[in-house]
T-cell receptor, first 115, second 109 residues
């Protein structure tokens, strides 16, 4: 069964550094999402992406965040200057608008630790 | 925005017991999904169920959209069922999912 993949599984970085989290959505899906989960808390929406542009973003997704689909398979989340409070699990998800359901399929997550 | 409330927040069961997890939501929904977050942090899709009833092995789910709630049933629980169960909803096609705070289930041998 097709699945969403994410790399790396765990990233440790110093405060102020840039990080890029990578995702490969399911191949025929057209909607892509990033969510995050701070340890012990609920999952929060960051941004959705369709047709090479952001379709929706939350107030968390400020100017230090950006997303890109650099080629036909990858979807990336960049954090320009990491802060301690960016430490969280980041999930990528994708969905297929052509299906009768719009189930979002989640990747295994990237655990980001900012020191 | 839409509110999602899950109850109970914590649940402890003896292996073999049955349980019911509840999700209430404050507005009409287009999509409702149940997830299981395993000890490694992965979110496992259990059900896509904006309305009606579905079953998958020992798990089943029912959503009553007109009354704005969904129930997840776990029968004959096993220790591997332990983890956090999340309900998530969206109010438009392919739009953002809003998650509840989750229900932490511990199944003891």
């Amino acid at each position: 069964e097709p699945e969403v993949t994410q790399t790396p599984s765990h990233q440790v970085t110093q405060m102020g550094q840039e990080v890029i989290l990578r995702c490969v959505p399911i191949s025929n899906h057209l909607y892509f999402y990033w969510y995050r989960q701070i340890l012990g808390q609920k999952v929060e929406f960051l941004v959705s992406f369709y047709n090479n542009e952001i379709s929706e973003k939350s107030e968390i997704f400020d100017d230090q965040f950006s997303v890109e689909r650099p080629d036909g398979s990858n979807f990336t989340l960049k954090i320009r200057s990491t802060k301690l409070e960016d430490s969280a699990m980041y999930f990528c998800a994708s969905s297929d608008p052509g299906l009768a359901t719009d189930t979002q399929y989640f990747g295994p997550g990237t655990r980001l630790t900012v020191l | 925005g839409i509110q999602v409330e899950q109850s109970p927040p914590d649940l402890i069961l003896q292996e073999g017991a049955n349980s019911t997890l509840r999700c209430n939501f404050s507005d009409s929904v287009n999509n409702l999904q149940w997830f299981h977050q395993n000890p490694w942090g992965q979110l496992i899709n259990l059900f896509y169920i904006p309305s009606g009833t579905k079953q998958n092995g020992r798990l089943s789910a029912t959503t009553v959209a007109t009354e704005r709630y969904s129930l997840l049933y776990i029968s004959s629980s096993q220790t591997t069922d332990s983890g956090v169960y999340f309900c998530a909803v969206d109010t438009g096609a392919n739009s953002k999912l809003t998650f509840g705070k989750g229900i932490t289930l511990s199944v003891r041998p």
